[in-house]
């Protein structure tokens, strides 16, 4: 059968009485039931479940729906599509997220700024200049014939 | 005798012969396909395939088919053109090889499994694609082959999709890919705009070709090929059976990028960015990769780390400009990698399932042909000189220390070939030698034909395979010759740096002389913390944004701010700011009259 009118959401609990209602409506204890503020957002009496994902539920409990971990009747998470396992993970890592931050960044610039220095300093076999003949091709690039051409040595002793 | 017609028919009817299994059961109800059957096919398509190679390496005769072409608008159509030059007639034997003793194995691996034709026209399925994109000459044939590669991965990653973490793996490989697709898009759609043409023998070699679009095939290559920034899906692939790790992610689907890369390689001739881009980016992946694998403990981890190495190694040699090395190196890297994930999955079969090398040991007396198997693939990777590795890596290595490039990226792939040598070493030694960490009553054998002739199969590939393709096929560029001994050695005294030092370490280990966790360790261990880093923060902000926007934003906006609600605080703002004015004294609007008739006077005048 369809849910009746008092088993759907309304509109935000302004006194005690509304929020004891609303609160039993969701099956959550008064003292839990927390909705989200009024700013015209239109969330109205849905309660605001913490932001925790699937992950940090007990893998080993003997759930209702073993494979979203919940039990009849929980009160579900407003984006609970987005908390399934299939999805974002906000189970607290072993590192702490700010040791993790700054290693993975010193070590992504230290890989940038060594490429860089590889980029001004690259690595080649020995070369040497051109050597040409002829006193460094002297006639060719159109010295004067009747000039002494300047020596031109390749070589150091 | 002509050669070109047999070369087509040839190759169309292996083609054909790899369909026959998917499309019989559909036209009658008593053709149905057993795991034999499809086995048996790949057989059939492989030794059929073999005939145009043979052609190809005596005759060189190569041969570009063209037909039926789809006329898309009035100057711009694609038809359904299918090249076969070396890169495929040689790609075709081996892939076909690789999948035949892979598709053996997998008839003992998944014997117990209830939907094993399923899971065995999955693979077929996939490897037709595999081999649509290796033959295609057409962009859009190969993007077909692409996507098709990239949905068979998907279906076969989360094989068992009871399984939570097999389904994440699985949807990860998809959305990295998927980013990588964009790239493979831009990259077509400025072919398209520019050459008018999606065919690879009209791609334009200028003289100076724009870094748009190999911006975008690189990072086509990046997404499918698993290079650093979008390499997290291939370590998770690992959720899927360890046939489909040996077919997909071992030898053929990730070098889908890299063969894009090589197929592509008249647009980056010219352009020395996108080439250096390609060196820089193959060798932190080569190295991040390798760093990845020094401390994993599950097996199949540390063989698909040494994969996404390789590929790096790869994605440097296409940086190097030497196409044709790249795919020498993917052939050799096929043989040696599946053999490697077979080995895997015997013993891990033999073992009732258990993935962790750290409860293995002493497998060399258990299973000595799997083990010795593995001694042979883990050499022929480290590079021993005349195994099928040495041929290409060698020559990768001695080209790069004869070439001009970045001093960093030949570091950083130096150091990973140690580093692979390290990895390898622990491997072996922790699997084969010391104690059996086993329990006690662990009933193993490898009686089976169905294990031992793959393995051995791909055993004598990974020996003569090197030898064979370098042997019969002469080299594109002229490999550097002369050079003086130090650099000749580099790759020899690198690896046995590597070995030393793992040797080293495991005695170590075994002792108990160093401390167990330090930064450094932790860092390789959580694989450099990239993937708790970018998963979290792009699922938790895209979805939660995604949701707000589309739920609240948009109420908010239209039916609110837009409508009603938007009305009504315009008239209380206007109504608040007027009703000062309001104020019911006579001289305030006598002065408000005046006001206005001396407004109106000058403004007339």
Redesign the interface.
Known sequence: SEMSKDMMPGPYPRTPEERAAAAKKYNMRVEDYQPYPDD????GDYPMLPNKSQYERDPWYQWDQP?MRHNWGEPMHW?FD?YI??????SP???PWHI??K??LI?LSS?LI??G???I?????PVGPKQYPFNDLYLEKGGDPNKEPPAVIHYEI | MDLALILNLSMLLTLATLSTPIIFPLLSDNLKNTPTTIVNTVKTSFLISLVPMMIHIHLGTESLISSWEWKFITNFKIPISLKMDFYSLTFFPIALFVSWSILQFATWYMASDPHITKFFTFLLLFLIAMLILIVANNLFILFIGWEGVGIMSFLLISWWHGRAEANTAALQAVLYNRIGDVGLILCMAWLAYTTNSWEIHQLPSPTQSPTLPLLGLILAATGKSAQFGLHPWLPAAMEGPTPVSALLHSSTMVVAGIFLLIRTHPLFNNNQTALTLCLCLGALSTMFAATCALTQNDIKKIIAFSTSSQLGLMMVTIGLNLPQLAFLHISTHAFFKAMLFLCSGSIIHNLNGEQDIRKMGGLQKMLPTTTSCLTIGNLALMGTPFLAGFYSKDQIIESLNTSYLNTWALTLTLLATSFTAVYTIRMTVLVQTGFPRIPPLTPMNENNPAVISPITRLALGSITAGFLITSYIPPAKTPPMTMPLSIKITALVVTALGIVIALDIAKMAQAFTTPKQNQLRTFSLSLGYFNPLTHRLAATNLLSWGQNTASHLVDLSWYKLLGPEGLANLQLMAAKNSTTLHSGLIKAYLGSFALSIIIILLSLH
């Open positions: 015209g957002l239109g969330y494979d984006d987005m396992r299939n999805r974002a993970d906000t890592t072993v590192v993790m931050s290693h993975f070590f890989m060594l490429f220095l590889g980029e300093y690259p690595s080649y076999r």
